[in-house]
Structure formats: C-alpha cells, structure tokens
C-alpha cells in the first residue's frame, strides 16, 4: 500500500555542520511533497514543499530535492543551529487532493 | 492574530462516553483536516474537508465522524471512545487544500480514553 518512510529514525549533527533527512515514498502518483518540522509540545510547521515537476527547491538555510527515479526525498539544513532540534517529517500528496500520508519522522539532535 | 484553536487541550474520559474535540479557525481557510499522533507511527490523517459539506476519509477514519457545517469549524466526533483512540490530535486548515506554506496547525488535544 501506500507508505512514506524515513531512513534514519534519530539523527545527531554538530552545530554548525549540515544536516541531510531522507524519506523513502512508495506512490509513484504522488505529485507534492511538504517537509515539516515539530517541536516538543508543539503542532508541526510547514518548512518547505515541492512539486513532483521540480528536482529542488531551496529556501532560507533549507533545500529540499526530489529523486523521482527512486521515490526518495531529502531535507538539507545548512549550518544546522540548536533551535533545529526537533521532529522532522515528511509527507505526500496527489493534488488536487486533500489527502496527506506521513512519515514516520526523525529526530534531529544538534549538539553545541 | 491568525490561528488554529482546538478544544479542549486535555481530555480523560471512559470508553463509550461521547466526546467531541472542537476546532476553529479564524482565517477563512477552504480546508481543514484532522490528525492522530502515536509514539512510532508519527502523524496519521483521520479525516479532511476541501470546504463546506465537503468531508473525506483518510487513512484512519474508523470510530471517528466529522462536520463541516460552517467554514471555520471542523469538530471531531468520538461517539463511542475506546482506548486505542488515546492519542494526540491536531487539527490543521489551509487556504485551499494542502498546498502552499500557509497551513496551520493547532496546539494539539490530549485524550486519553480508559
């Protein structure tokens, strides 16, 4: 059935170095894809997304690319901070629907 | 101030005693959509709404119902609870379905069913 999965469940980066979270989909008709970051206590917010035409798109210190070949994403952070501590995750979408399928997530622990 | 208001923000209830978590927006959004979050399973979409009288399942929608009466609400119904509906939930709403950066999610409800 339909799956989105991520590679590594924790993740423990340096601050100041960079950070990469994979994520594995398995529906080829998935179309939009959205990263999002969850702090403890908190609901998730959206990072960045990217439409299945684009291979990557970048934002501020984010960039997200798109394997399409092989169903697989990854979130890069540049010169990763503490306050990027938290949850990642993934999802996808067939637009124009309204449904969303999650990844498990990953934690990201960025030591001082 | 734009945001998602769910109610209440914790609940500890018995099995088969009705429950109803609402949420609210004050944004206007078209969509509004309903998740479950379980240690392991990360988030799992219950239900969605693409507008008004327009309600979809997602992947988890057995023992829950919804609405979507008026634009800014999408209340979340348990009408029989059991245990293995103890969860976190969100409730989210976005402009015009999940696209785009401006989907908001609430702070989240506690319920825990015993």
């Known amino acids: 059935g339909e799956s989105v999965g991520l590679h590594l469940p924790t993740l423990s980066v340096q601050e100041g170095d960079n950070s990469i979270i994979n994520c594995a989909y398995s529906n080829s008709a998935s179309d939009y894809f959205i990263w999002y970051k969850q702090e403890s206590g908190k609901g998730p917010q959206f990072i960045i997304d990217?439409?299945?035409?684009?291979d990557k798109r970048q934002g501020q210190r984010v960039t997200v690319l798109l394997n399409k070949t092989v169903k697989h994403l990854s979130l890069q952070i540049a010169a990763t901070q503490p306050g990027d501590s938290a949850v990642y995750f993934c999802?996808?979408?067939?637009?124009?629907?309204?449904?969303?399928?999650f990844g498990q997530g990953t934690e990201l622990s960025v030591k001082p | 101030e734009a945001q998602v208001t769910q109610n209440p923000r914790y609940l500890i209830t018995v099995t088969g005693k009705k429950l109803t978590v609402t949420c609210s927006q004050n944004?206007?959004?078209?969509?509004m959509s309903w998740y479950r979050q379980d240690p392991g399973l990360g988030l799992r979409q219950i239900y969605y709404s693409m507008n008004v009288e327009v309600t979809d399942k997602g992947d988890v929608p057995e023992g829950y119902k919804v609405s979507r009466k008026e634009k800014r609400n999408f209340p979340l119904i348990l009408e029989s609870p059991s245990p293995n509906q103890t969860s976190l939930y969100f409730c989210?709403?976005?402009?015009?379905?999940?696209?785009?950066?401006?989907?908001?999610f609430g702070d989240g409800t506690r319920l825990s069913i015993l």
């Open positions: 989210a709403s976005s402009p015009q379905g999940t696209e785009g950066a401006a989907q908001h």
């Open positions: 990217i439409r299945s035409n684009m």
């Open positions: 944004m206007n959004h078209e969509y």
């Open positions: 999802a996808e979408n067939i637009l124009p629907g309204g449904k969303l399928i």
